[in-house]
């Protein structure tokens, strides 16, 4: 089977990203994606906190999730959804969503990031945490292809979340982002190389690109690594996507002949 990366260019307007995610999926879904992986953020980079009040959805509602349910049922395409926020009641905030979508449009699973994005990098501040509540926990879904690890853009950086009870037997992990240029740079690729070489998984890491509301610039650079850690295929610059065949078989070949996961002796 084929996966795809779409790597966009997303604004403060959720019509408008919306038509750009179609566009793109269909081309990759045209090209032979089965599954096809779309960034944090997609349908919407624009990060005041009273902008997002005006775009955040319930759960299974919304322009945001029926549009990406429809495509997915027209495409006859697993869309995963990057990220969406959705509303918590109880506290006014969102949780930063990635939804996963089969090929009849059906939510099938989701996953609440954990781990919010409050830096500061080269003089720029961020506060995810001013307009987002945190999940509380791992999750991952089952394919008719593999088992799925979820993960959304600074969660990277904590491998405790990959190596979780929840991701045992994990064969591809996804990385929906909104990679800010400066640590794109000094970090992207090492990060997930890494989370691909120390758990023999997959790693498909669709990313925002370029400019967007306001000053945040993202990386690009949007990618699918195999067990090994060998770059597959790679976008660096520009809206599009990159497509790669998984290989479970060979994962699994990979595994049994290193069988490092089994000779952990520290949980």
């Known amino acids: 089977m084929k996966i795809a990366a779409i790597q966009m260019n997303s604004s403060d307007q959720v019509n408008?990203?919306?038509?750009?995610?179609?566009?793109?999926?269909?081309?990759?879904?045209?090209?032979?994606?089965?599954?096809?992986?779309?960034?944090?953020?997609?349908?919407?980079?624009?990060?005041?906190?009273?902008?997002?009040?005006?775009?955040?959805?319930?759960?299974?509602?919304?322009?945001?999730?029926?549009?990406?349910?429809?495509i997915a049922k027209e495409l006859k395409i697993w869309i995963i959804a990057g990220s969406i926020p959705i509303r918590d009641s109880e506290t006014g905030k969102a949780f930063s969503r990635s939804i996963t979508f089969n090929d009849d449009g059906e939510i099938v699973g989701h996953y609440d990031k954990v781990h919010l994005f409050d830096v500061e990098v080269n003089g720029k501040k961020y506060h995810e945490s001013e307009a987002f509540n945190a999940g509380v926990r791992p999750r991952s879904i089952s394919t008719p292809w593999f088992k799925m690890g979820l993960s959304i853009c600074y969660d990277l950086r904590f491998p405790e979340l990959y190596r979780s009870e929840e991701f045992t037997d994990v064969e591809l992990i996804s990385v929906p982002s909104a990679f800010t240029k400066e640590t794109?740079?000094?970090?992207?690729?090492?990060?997930?190389?890494?989370?691909?070489?120390?758990?023999?998984?997959?790693?498909?890491?669709?990313?925002?690109?370029?400019?967007?509301?306001?000053?945040?610039?993202?990386?690009?650079?949007?990618?699918?690594?195999?067990?090994?850690?060998?770059?597959?295929?790679?976008?660096?610059?520009?809206?599009?996507?990159?497509?790669?065949?998984?290989?479970?078989?060979?994962?699994?070949?990979?595994?049994?002949?290193?069988?490092?996961?089994?000779?952990?002796?520290?949980?």
């Open 16 to 70: 408008s990203n919306l038509i750009k995610a179609k566009s793109l999926l269909a081309v990759a879904s045209d090209a032979g994606a089965d599954a096809c992986f779309l960034p944090e953020n997609f349908a919407f980079m624009g990060h005041p906190k009273e902008l997002l009040n005006s775009v955040m959805e319930d759960e299974e509602s919304g322009i945001i999730q029926t549009e990406i349910s429809n």
């Open 184 to 267: 794109g740079e000094a970090h992207w690729l090492t990060l997930l190389q890494s989370r691909a070489i120390e758990n023999l998984a997959y790693v498909i890491a669709p990313n925002q690109w370029g400019k967007h509301y306001g000053s945040r610039e993202t990386f690009g650079h949007s990618v699918i690594i195999d067990p090994w850690g060998k770059i597959i295929e790679l976008i660096k610059d520009g809206e599009g996507f990159v497509l790669a065949e998984i290989d479970t078989e060979g994962l699994q070949s990979i595994r049994k002949k290193f069988p490092a996961l089994g000779h952990r002796k520290i949980k």
